[in-house]
């Protein structure tokens, strides 16, 4: 039942999603658009088929895919060795983006490099509950957004933060209503934004709730707060907001 409900939701952003692209598209608002619940479907219900076997209470949110990690393989934060040695998934292949960017290629599980904020995370994950089914027990990990975002002929990466408009307000909407759902399907009483654009869109969407909102920092290897003291100080910073091992 709860695989069922996850499936249907993220089945339902994945496709309000393909629409707004296309305006943001049309719009010029944005040049390129990656949707990786699209064309790495397969693998992203492996994921959730792993993760709904648990009984996770608190969520893991993160802003959008990272052209390294969720861009190549469907699962927030993903890095080819974590989707391998940790997910055990093995042998699917992905489809391509609608309209592929020479400079972003989708390569999918075969991706040679691993993302750092997704081996940093998933490692640590590993670290504090041991196995795979203790951190599904304990976390669900999701991104607000699942788009990837482009702009011109060096594909620059453009965060959802960056682009204003009423269109964008409408994809917002749609990712803020895709949380509130999957909160409700797990019966979340945490969410822990990763990075202070997460923290701030769960704080708006769970404003009139009992849902308790925490932060943590974010794991990028370009935030000299994860770097700080050899990565120390940003692993502190998350366990500290992080479930106790059930």
């Known amino acids: ?24 598209i049309d719009e010029k608002i ?5 949707n990786p619940l699209d064309y790495a479907w397969e693998i992203h219900k492996e994921y959730l088929k792993l993760a709904s076997q648990g009984n996770p209470k608190c969520i893991l949110l993160g802003m959008n895919p990272g052209p390294h990690g969720m861009g190549q393989m469907g699962i927030p934060f993903a890095a080819s ?13 992905v489809m391509q983006p609608k309209i592929p960017h020479p400079a972003r290629p989708v390569l999918g599980l075969e991706y040679p490099r691993d993302e750092i904020s997704g081996t940093r995370i998933w490692n640590l994950l590993s670290k504090l509950y041991k196995t795979r089914n203790s951190i599904f027990d304990n976390v669900f990990v999701v991104n607000h957004c699942p788009l990837m975002l482009f702009n011109g002929q060096r594909a620059t990466n453009i965060t959802p933060d960056k682009i204003k408009g009423l269109t964008v307000n409408k994809l917002l909407n749609a990712c803020d209503q895709h949380l509130l759902e999957v909160s409700e399907i797990l019966e979340a009483d945490t969410v822990v934004g990763i990075g202070k654009y997460a923290e701030k869109r769960a704080k708006s969407v769970f404003r009139q709730t009992q849902v308790q909102v925490k932060g943590c920092w974010h794991p990028s290897p370009a935030s000299p707060l994860a770097n700080r003291n050899n990565g120390k100080d940003w692993q502190e910073n998350i366990t500290a907001v992080l479930p106790i091992n059930k």
Request: glycine letters at 4%; hydrophobic letters at 40%; proline letters at 0%.
């Open 30 to 34: 944005i040049d390129y658009i990656y």
């Open 81 to 93: 060795s974590i989707v391998r040695d940790l997910f055990g998934i093995t042998g699917i292949k």
């Open 1 to 24: 039942m709860k695989l069922r409900k996850l499936l249907s939701a993220s089945s339902k952003l994945r496709d309000k999603c393909e629409e707004i692209s296309l305006e943001l």
